[in-house]
């Protein structure tokens, strides 16, 4: 597996309070995903990066920011989480060719918001 | 926009029966990937199909892709416990600057000892 790291692993928090996931890669790769997974929805894009500070929205963006300042750095920020927020979120990392490239998936890290 | 739909949602086999899901794009697809993910686990890479009419065989499992670009499917002959998992397509389309893609619902394969 490429070397790709999700922290925390798991969190709990209350609903209104931000949160940010961060994920670390020592692959260099040009893009990187966050995605969630829920029961009944597979996997589901919720950002993008295509290089430095370069990002763009997936599928379910709302409610969700994302920052990436270093090649190996995407954080994924909750600003007011919601209990729908609730999931198991998923990074990824992709080669320097296209978003179709192959995927290299982190851990993940399961958040439950109260 | 574009869809892929990933058929049977779930499948239970007896341990040494056959298993296949399939994978169908609304639209073209310029490659199609296949990743397995273990129970607890993360999505992992299986194989990526890029030509038309493309075939594939890692040990049991045979990897197809469609004519037309827009439907693939995964078998798998003679399952064993270690096939356990949720196995999803993961189509690609290159158009657009950045092109797109997007991941079938998955199959969750169950085999039964």
């Known amino acids: 597996d490429a070397g790709i790291t999700q922290s925390p692993r798991h969190k709990v928090t209350e609903t209104g309070t931000p949160v940010t996931l961060r994920c670390h890669q020592t692959?260099?790769?040009?893009?990187m995903y966050w995605y969630r997974q829920d029961p009944g929805h597979g996997l589901r894009l919720i950002h993008y990066?295509?290089?430095?500070?370069?990002?763009d929205k997936g599928e379910v963006s709302d409610g969700y920011s994302v920052s990436r300042s270093k090649t190996e750095d995407f954080l994924l920020t909750l600003e007011s989480a919601t209990s729908s927020q609730t999931s198991v979120y998923f990074c990824?990392?992709?080669?320097?060719?296209?978003?179709?490239?192959?995927?290299?998936f982190g851990p993940g890290t399961r958040l439950t918001v109260l | 926009g574009q869809q892929v739909m990933q058929i049977p949602q779930y499948q239970h086999v007896q341990e040494g029966e056959d298993f296949t899901t399939y994978c169908n794009s609304s639209?073209?697809?310029?490659?199609i990937q296949w990743y397995k993910q273990r129970p607890g686990g993360h999505p992992v890479f299986l194989i990526q199909?890029?030509?038309?009419?493309e075939v594939k065989k890692q040990k049991r499992l045979t990897f197809q892709f469609g004519e037309a670009k827009k439907n693939s499917s995964l078998h798998i002959t003679a399952t064993q416990t270690t096939d356990v998992g949720t196995y999803f397509c993961h189509g690609g389309n290159y158009g657009g600057s950045q092109g797109n893609l997007i991941f079938g619902k998955g199959t969750k394969l169950s085999v039964k000892p």
């Open positions: 990824a990392t992709g080669g320097d060719g296209r978003r179709t490239d192959t995927q290299y």
């Open positions: 692959e260099n790769h040009r893009y």
């Open positions: 199909l890029v030509k038309s009419g």
């Open positions: 639209t073209t697809l310029s490659n």
């Open positions: 990066s295509y290089g430095v500070k370069d990002t």
